[in-house]
């Protein structure tokens, strides 16, 4: 996973996992954690066909300081995950609501 990742954001190398990303056209909202992969997939949002992308990275610290950020576990359970990841997923999907994209 990690190598298709690299390979898809530095566009290298031919991948087929980025020919169809053009084809969804339905609003994006993409989560990350800082200390996890969260911005690692932020340029395949580039490679999307929709005209509404949006990101959401948790982070509490700069990318050289990733080891003590907030991890992929703790959008799940950090204490506060609540407030700083499904509240503002909840709000994305409020605006969004009957939203298709074109």
Known sequence: MVRDSYTISCDATPTPFDDHLSDIKVPVL???????????????????????????????????????????????????????????IYQWLSEHEDDNGE
């Open 30 to 88: 993409y989560v990350g954690a800082g200390g996890g992969f969260g911005r690692g997939g932020l340029h395949t949002l580039t490679l999307l066909g929709s005209k509404d992308v949006s990101s959401h990275i948790v982070s509490f610290y700069p990318p050289e300081q990733a080891a003590f950020d907030f991890g992929h576990v703790d959008l799940f359970y950090a204490q506060d995950a609540e407030n700083l990841v499904w509240s503002p």
